[in-house]
């Protein structure tokens, strides 16, 4: 019965002591024009880490099957969540009938030119689009943002300013990382769009975040 108890608390002990970059992260005064972003993964990396959403550590998802490198920084948009309005917003763009969010934070890519060596870092960053990516019936938008001030990206406003090369590798990249030897992924992207849609996206994002976790503070105000 102790061990029961116990652990639930420790889980809520480690998000009140821990900065959970989900839930202890602030995603910024100027959301949804700027957003803070937490980067899991940098384009060195050879193996797909998350944050486990218990405890707000990094984890390894698995190995990358194939050569295919993430091409940018990448991560979530702390306090998003990808649930009914970031569902019907995209259903109202594809006519797709009975989409679901995916229950994840909001996925981001960060483009910089600076050489990032790890991730588990927060980044300060501009959305300028992003891909409506389904997977399956669920809604997994991946936006793309550049690094806030950065000497390259930083002075670009829309995903359509990019050179053409970097949307196809990003593309490339969303539609293969799933794969794995035999199996064929349920992915596919249906369109991209620019900065106005990006920045939809998160404001759904985050009323579906206040809907989902409307009891956190006061849960974590007891411990």
Request: aromatic share 8%; glycine share 8%; charged share 30%.
């Amino acid at each position: 019965m102790a061990n029961k108890i116990m652990d639930p608390i420790g889980r809520l002990m480690g998000l009140r002591y821990k900065s959970h970059p989900w839930h202890g992260v602030d995603i910024g005064d100027n959301a949804p024009d700027t957003v803070m972003s937490f980067i899991e993964m940098v384009p060195t990396d050879t193996v797909k880490y998350e944050v486990d959403k218990i405890s707000g550590y990094l984890r390894i998802d698995r190995p990358q099957k194939y050569s295919n490198v993430v091409p940018a920084l990448y991560g979530f948009i702390p306090q998003t969540f990808s649930g009914s309005r970031v569902a019907k917003y995209c259903m109202e763009k594809t006519g797709r009938k009975d989409l679901l969010g995916d229950g994840d934070p909001i996925d981001i890519c960060v483009l910089t030119e600076k050489t990032i060596p790890h991730g588990d870092i927060l980044v300060k960053s501009r959305p300028i689009g992003g891909f409506r990516m389904l997977d399956g019936n669920e809604v997994d938008d991946k936006l793309i943002a550049v690094l806030e001030n950065d000497t390259v990206y930083g002075g670009y406003a829309c995903i359509k300013d990019l050179p053409e090369m970097v949307v196809e590798r990003l593309k490339h990249y969303f539609l293969t990382y799933k794969d794995l030897p035999g199996q064929e992924s349920d992915v596919e992207i249906t369109d991209v769009y620019g900065a106005d849609e990006a920045r939809d996206v998160i404001r759904y994002s985050m009323e579906d975040y206040v809907r989902k976790f409307d009891k956190l503070d006061s849960v974590l105000s007891d411990v």
